[in-house]
């Protein structure tokens, strides 16, 4: 037989372990209710601080070999960086419209090569970092330099010649100043690692300055 003891001690164990598993429950349903509160917050906090600003896009002109400036309407996050990137990844969005007078992928064997790659605006541009210009003699030495770190497939998709390519540079480094105008020089990277051009012409061995908007041609 069981002892009277035995027993209390029994039905103790039986309300401890019953109390602590609605103590656990209840726990969770908090937690779950302070998620809920943080998700349905979240989109108000972050239409708050990216509310819809004027950019600039300058956008090239094959036809001609000029540029031109277009004015957008977009959301733009409050970091210097993050900005450049989407800033550029929405110029590259502009040069893949049907409609664009800079077209990228023209060809046929080109989009076939780089369709899945190139879809996705992310993975035109790798990433944008910004640092202070090393201080030097020359006073053009100032301001932040911009590091773009384009995409293989972006440049294994970039026609090939010395006009669309220089375009596209030009395009770059006119929208970053427009829009940023502490960016005074920019370097280019492709998927992480120096290159000696965009598709065989352009050099990307050198630092443009965002000056070179103004001439038309790049120059160190």
Do not use: C, W
Not at 148 to 168: M, N, R, Y
């Amino acid at each position: 037989m069981i002892s009277r003891a035995r027993r209390i001690l029994f039905a103790f164990l039986v309300i401890a372990v019953v109390t602590m598993s609605a103590i656990l429950i209840r726990l969770r349903e908090r937690a779950q209710d302070r998620l809920h509160i943080v998700h349905d917050s979240a989109p108000l906090i972050e239409s708050a601080e990216s509310a819809p600003q004027s950019v600039t896009l300058v956008i090239p002109d094959d036809l001609d070999g000029s540029l031109r400036t277009v004015q957008r309407s977009q959301s733009l996050p409050p970091d210097d960086s993050t900005k450049a990137r989407v800033l550029l990844e929405t110029l590259i969005e502009a040069f893949h419209d049907p409609h664009s007078t800079h077209p990228i992928a023209a060809n046929a064997e080109t989009q076939a090569n780089a369709a899945e790659s190139v879809s996705d605006a992310s993975a035109r541009i790798d990433d944008v970092f910004l640092m202070p210009v090393p201080r030097g003699a020359a006073a053009t030495n100032s301001g932040t330099l911009a590091v773009v770190d384009l995409s293989a497939a972006f440049a294994a998709s970039h026609p090939s010649g010395i006009e669309p390519e220089t375009l596209t540079l030009l395009s770059i480094l006119g929208t970053l100043h427009a829009n940023i105008p502490a960016i005074t020089q920019v370097h280019f990277l492709i998927d992480g690692h120096p290159a000696e051009t965009l598709a065989g012409h352009a050099d990307l061995t050198r630092t443009y300055l965002t000056t070179d908007i103004a001439t038309g041609t790049p120059q160190s």
